[in-house]
């Protein structure tokens, strides 16, 4: 009697697990390629007769929905963002349509400080949701490299030139202004002595102040990198 109950429990226990392998047997179909991007760690895609798998270090373009401001936001506050046009294989598979949109929760914002050290937004993205309603979990962070949003060197060099360039007029006034109190023929040393100067202080100036805050507009385009794969599955037959 208690070897029949043993085995009736073994056959409840065991025939969902059976049933589940009959049904949707996983099996791969190929190994196929992103487009990759420069730099990108990898671009394996590996399809099967359930699921796309999307290998981690691959690297997307993605676009916000609306404005992001660093002296703004907070820790905690959801982004959303979508891929701006469909993804495909090299060989064809459709992986991501088009119109998706993918969510993203800040997890820490850097002020910007002194010495011209610019905000940073670091992010964590976590959901994707395909136009049908679908959604898969995510898991990636903007691919730069320290993880963060901030503004690019050329802002910060124009940040930097423009002080330069403003203390430099200043000085030139400064140094004309004074070349023409004593003599008028001194105008030229004046200009010598007061636009080095003024630029000097302005090229300190730019790199003592407080570096720039991240601003990012809607439809700006940033790329995130995968750092798990991403599995996307398709409907069992």
């Keep these: 009697m208690k070897k029949l109950i043993a085995l009736l429990i073994l056959l409840t226990m065991s025939t969902p697990v059976f049933a589940a392998d009959i049904s949707c047997?996983?099996?791969?179909?190929?190994?196929?390629?992103?487009?990759?991007?420069?730099?990108?760690?990898?671009?394996?895609?590996?399809?099967t007769n359930l699921r796309n798998i999307v290998c981690k270090?691959?690297?997307?373009?993605?676009?916000?929905?609306?404005?992001?401001?660093s002296e703004k936001a907070a820790a905690g506050q959801k982004i959303s963002f979508s891929f701006p046009e469909a993804v495909y294989t090299q060989e064809g598979t459709l992986i991501i349509p088009a119109c998706t949109k993918i969510s993203a929760t800040i997890i820490k914002i850097q002020k910007q400080r002194i010495?011209?050290?610019?905000?940073?937004?670091?992010?964590?993205?976590?959901?994707?949701?395909f136009p049908d309603g679908s959604t898969f979990s995510v898991s990636a962070r903007p691919f730069t490299k320290d993880g963060?949003?901030?503004?690019?060197?050329?802002?910060?060099?124009?940040k930097i030139a423009g002080a330069t360039v403003g203390m430099g007029i200043v000085g030139?006034?400064?140094?004309?202004?004074?070349?023409?109190?004593?003599?008028?023929?001194?105008?030229?040393?004046?200009?010598?002595?007061?636009?080095?100067?003024?630029?000097?202080?302005?090229?300190?100036?730019?790199?003592?102040?407080?570096g720039l805050k991240y601003h990012a507009k809607a439809g700006e385009g940033i790329?995130?990198?995968?750092?798990?794969?991403l599995s996307l599955k398709k409907s069992c037959h």
């Excluded at 270090?57 to 401001?69: A, E, I, R, T």
């Excluded at 010495?115 to 959901?127: E, Q």
Aim: glycine share 12%; with cysteine; charged share 15%.
């Design 115 to 129: 010495f011209n050290k610019n905000a940073r937004v670091y992010l964590t993205f976590d959901c994707i949701t």
């Design 148 to 158: 963060a949003l901030k503004e690019g060197p050329w802002m910060t060099a124009g």
């Design 25 to 47: 047997n996983e099996q791969v179909l190929s190994q196929q390629h992103m487009f990759a991007h420069k730099n990108a760690p990898c671009d394996k895609v590996i399809v």
């Design 57 to 69: 270090g691959n690297v997307f373009n993605v676009v916000f929905d609306c404005k992001l401001w």
């Design 223 to 229: 790329k995130i990198v995968l750092c798990d794969d």
């Design 172 to 210: 030139a006034g400064a140094g004309t202004g004074f070349a023409f109190i004593p003599n008028p023929a001194k105008l030229g040393a004046g200009f010598a002595i007061g636009i080095p100067v003024g630029c000097s202080v302005g090229l300190i100036t730019g790199l003592l102040t407080p």
